[in-house]
T-cell receptor, first 114, second 115 residues
Framework: SQQGEEDPQALSIQEGENATMNCSYK?????LQWYRQNSGRGLVHLIL?????REKHSGRLRVTLDTSKKSSSLLITASRAADTASYFC??????????????FGSGTRLQVQP | NAGVTQTPKFRVLKTGQSMTLLCAQD?????MYWYRQDPGMGLRLIHY???????AKGEVPDGYNVSRLKKQNFLLGLESAAPSQTSVYFC??????????????FGEGSRLTVL
């Protein structure tokens, strides 16, 4: 079963606009990660936010985490055509619960129109 | 430093045939994983390994077997392929050290079609 679910499933914006993707999860977590997947390629790690953090920045990426609502959001500012990809949230692994693997959501497909 | 390498990248099988996917990593990672990715389903964990000589079942292990005879290699086998196993398979690895983020490093995927 999916631990994380992204929303929306697909998003189309113009270059220069901001893109926001949301992720909801079901169980308690120690951290949450976001990954990016270009078409036909493997996933690449973007950013990790720990359960005691509320917000984290990395370049044009901003991630928020609300553990009370079991949700996270990924904001890409000033989007570029090269940001076109699928974005996945993932939870785990967590040594204290024995979860040794990341569990992924179904992803948001982002299309940035030039 | 190649990271995670998967072979083959593409394969077409007939129902009932067998094959093995090879994953190799050069980062000395303890943990290795096999996921499958299907449209609209995200990634689902098939099997994983927490060290040389160990394997464990994931979310969708049926029809697959794995082996981790060497730390750097993780093999995924299909003994009798079925059309339902048509998918893109991803191998990933990560470090097991304390304080690590749990970041996964992925291969480029192996696209398998079973006719």
């Amino acid at each position: 079963s999916q631990q994380g679910e992204e929303d929306p499933q697909a998003l189309s914006i113009q270059e220069g606009e901001n893109a926001t993707m949301n992720c909801s999860y079901k169980t308690s977590i120690n951290n949450l990660q976001w990954y990016r997947q270009n078409s036909g390629r493997g996933l690449v790690h973007l950013i990790l936010i720990r359960s005691n953090e509320r917000e984290k920045h990395s370049g044009r990426l901003r991630v928020t985490l609300d553990t009370s609502k079991k949700s996270s959001s990924l904001l890409i500012t000033a989007s570029r055509a090269a940001d076109t990809a699928s974005y996945f949230c993932a939870t785990g692994p967590e040594a204290d619960t024995g979860r040794r693997a990341l569990t992924f959501g179904s992803g948001t497909r982002l299309q940035v129109q030039p | 430093n190649a990271g995670v390498t998967q072979t083959p990248k593409f394969r077409v099988l007939k129902t009932g045939q067998s094959m093995t996917l090879l994953c190799a990593q050069d980062m000395n990672h303890e943990y290795m994983y096999w996921y499958r990715q299907d449209p609209g389903m995200g990634l689902r964990l098939i099997h994983y390994s927490v060290g040389e000589g160990t394997t464990a079942k994931g979310e969708v292990p049926d029809g697959y077997n794995v082996s981790r005879l060497k730390k750097q290699n993780f093999l995924l086998g299909l003994e009798s392929a079925a059309p339902s196993q048509t998918s893109v398979y991803f191998c990933a690895s990560r470090d097991s050290g304390t304080g690590r983020s749990g970041e996964l490093f992925f291969g480029e995927g192996s696209r398998l079609t079973v006719l």
